[in-house]
């Protein structure tokens, strides 16, 4: 049977059960999640770094803006006082979410990953005010990541979308999802669905040091074992090292009802990373990828060795951006850069942790799924040595058929 045969139960209706997965910062762009709504699939966008997002979308100046404001604390690592101005912040997500689902056409739905470790120096207020704005902008739906989200739904419970919004949480154990549940029963909200995602994905890992010892399929069907004996129906998407429709039913003979797809799609005409990334993304090898913590996010990270991230020494770029920063103002970036650079001025290397913020406005952080070596084989090279890009729709029947 093919993957195309399969569909997806979401809220009593049929889809493919394909997910485009999220991508920061506006790498799954409008355009990828919208043809994975035209299919009838599941397309992602993500709010991370949403104001920066707007800015070069839709041509606002909120990071510049912020900036301004917060201009004399560039000179020292007190960051307490940088905070997110919440209008903008609600404007920049509303716009960015209206605009997408306007153009929304297919018999799909479009959600949006929501990191919770984007803290944005007021942790409960922004991720309140992101998430309202999305609710009030239409969504069809949230997938809540990066994080337990323990206190997310009781953010948005008085909202009047509350319940016809598809909500999904990104788990990576039966214990992170467990202790979600219980959360989630106080608010007698049920997530929707839930993305089981292993160690070989993309972006942030749910996983210590010892990531190798895991496998997906296996977690996914502990979920699944999980979920029967709570006598709960949620539908598991497998995510993490999907990179053809044979791995995806062999997730869904383990116990999932669909899967989460990002690493394949990153090189599509359509993913926001720029021409000579998606370059870098083709041409890897597997020796050329890494799995640290360079990441200020406490998360370990899958990325390529030739990123420049890894030779960080950058200023904290907190003023303009700040999306890593506790309620305190702090951020381990900002303890890295001190000790490499006590005066503040110097611009030694930063050995430990690179500046988020940063690297992913510059795209200079080229983080991939483990198969990233593995995309030249599904592409065309030229006799220049360019790739060519794959439209997502080619990507998208390549797993159906
Ligand atoms: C470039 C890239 C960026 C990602 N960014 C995010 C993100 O911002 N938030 C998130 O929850 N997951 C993120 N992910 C994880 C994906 O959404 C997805 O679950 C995972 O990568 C699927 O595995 P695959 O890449 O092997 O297909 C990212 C993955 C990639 C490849």
């Not at 104001?51 to 990071?63: A, H």
């Not at 979600?180 to 994905?201: N, T």
């Not at 949620?234 to 899967?259: H, Q, T, Y």
Request: hydrophobic share 35%; with cysteine.
């Amino acid at each position: 049977m093919k993957l195309q045969n399969h569909s997806l139960q979401l809220k009593g209706k049929s889809f493919l059960p394909i997910f485009a997965g999220g991508m920061g910062v506006n790498i799954s762009t409008a355009e990828l999640a919208l043809v994975a709504s035209d299919l009838g699939a599941i397309g992602h966008i993500s709010d991370a770094m949403i104001q920066q997002v707007s800015d070069k979308l839709y041509q606002t100046n909120y990071s510049k803006l912020k900036q301004k404001k917060h201009r004399l604390s560039l000179l020292c690592e007190d960051k307490s006082q940088v905070k997110f101005d919440l209008e903008h912040l609600y404007n920049s997500q509303r716009v960015h979410v209206e605009r997408t689902m306007n153009r929304k056409k297919g018999d799909g739905l479009i959600f949006l990953n929501i990191m919770e470790r984007l803290t944005m120096g007021a942790p409960s207020d922004t991720l309140k005010t992101r998430l309202t704005a999305a609710l009030d902008a239409g969504i069809d739906g949230v997938t809540l990541s990066a994080g337990l989200h323990l206190g997310t739904l009781g953010l948005i419970k008085e909202h009047p979308r509350f319940n016809d919004t598809l909500i999904g949480i990104i788990v990576s154990s039966v214990r992170a999802l467990r202790a979600f549940l219980k959360s989630a029963s106080r608010h007698s909200r049920l997530p929707d669905y839930i993305i089981v995602e292993g160690p070989l994905a993309g972006g942030h890992l749910g996983f210590g040091d010892d990531w190798e010892k895991f496998d997906l399929n296996t977690i996914v069907r502990e979920v699944s074992n999980y979920l029967s004996e709570a006598s709960l129906s949620i539908p598991i998407i497998a995510a993490g090292g999907i990179f053809s429709g044979e791995d995806a039913l062999k997730s869904i003979s383990f116990g999932a009802s669909g899967v989460q797809i990002a690493t394949r799609l990153t090189v599509t005409k359509e993913s926001g990373l720029p021409e000579h990334v998606k370059q870098e993304y083709f041409k890897a090898n597997k020796s050329d990828l890494v799995v640290n913590n360079l990441s200020p996010s406490g998360y370990l990270m899958r990325m390529l060795k030739s990123s420049p991230c890894l030779e960080s020494n950058v200023r904290p770029a907190c003023e303009a951006f700040g999306y890593m920063l506790s309620r305190e103002g702090k951020c381990a970036y900002i303890d890295s850069f001190k000790a490499a650079n006590p005066d503040w001025k110097s611009r030694n290397k930063v050995q430990d942790k690179m500046c988020l913020c940063h690297h992913f406005s510059k795209c200079t952080c080229y983080t991939c799924g483990e198969n990233v070596y593995r995309l030249k084989d599904k592409a065309k090279q030229g006799s220049d040595g360019i790739y060519e890009l794959p439209d997502a729709r080619d990507v998208f029947m390549d797993y159906l058929s």
